[in-house]
């Protein structure tokens, strides 16, 4: 009796160290479908997703943000009478820094979630102002391990950061058609490098 009753726990054992990650990565990868195949039409495209600390999933898609709290979505979209609404529809990337924060990149601008009072702070370009974005646009955003917020625009690079609540044009391009594509790699030593891609002149160096 005593050994089968050790051999029945071996099984159980084996099955813990190896059945139970599979199951929860297949049930992690099934609740993501379901994210994705129940978005509400309304937010059109997803282009971004993202689970904060609370447990809710936020979807952006090209016509609104959603928030899913596992029984239904709560859509966020621009009111241009309401100015801490998100300040365009069309959401290119969704992160949540370290402070558990929601950050959402649009079209027009980047916007800073408030869980107190379930709205947005925005964050423009203004050419007065050095500490500002250098464009609107923000196609993709990272958050690095001393918490700094990196945003790749339409013309350059930028940082933000929390403690001061300012941003640094890390780098500054002037010329919106230099970009077909923009790449933010962050390394595992938190080293930062935005990349390029002009096909252009990728073109002309081989037909060099």
């Not at 966020?76 to 820094?97: E, F, G, M």
């Not at 646009?137 to 933000?160: C, F, K, P, S």
């Amino acid at each position: 009796m005593r050994r089968r009753l050790a051999k029945w726990g071996l099984l159980l054992a084996a099955w813990c160290v190896f059945a139970l990650p599979c199951w929860a990565e297949q049930a992690s990868a099934q609740r993501f479908v379901h994210y994705m195949q129940n978005a509400p039409d309304s937010i059109g495209e997803v282009l971004s997703i993202t689970q904060d600390r609370y447990g809710f999933v936020w979807l952006g898609g090209r016509n609104g943000l959603a928030r899913y709290d596992a029984y239904q979505y709560h859509i966020y979209r621009n009111d241009v009478d309401l100015p801490k609404s998100l300040s365009a529809n069309a959401i290119y990337d969704l992160t949540v820094d370290h402070q558990g924060t929601l950050w959402v990149a649009t079209e027009l601008g980047l916007n800073r979630y408030s869980y107190a009072s379930d709205d947005f702070q925005r964050y423009y370009y203004d050419e007065n102002r050095q500490d500002s974005l250098s464009h609107n646009t923000i196609y993709r955003m990272h958050v690095d391990g001393e918490g700094n917020l990196w945003l790749a625009t339409q013309e350059g690079l930028n940082r933000y950061n929390p403690e001061t609540d300012s941003i640094d044009r890390t780098v500054d391009l002037h010329n919106p058609d230099i970009y077909k594509s923009y790449t933010l790699d962050l390394s595992e030593n938190n080293e930062t490098e935005g990349t390029h891609h002009n096909n252009r002149n990728s073109q002309e160096r081989s037909n060099r």
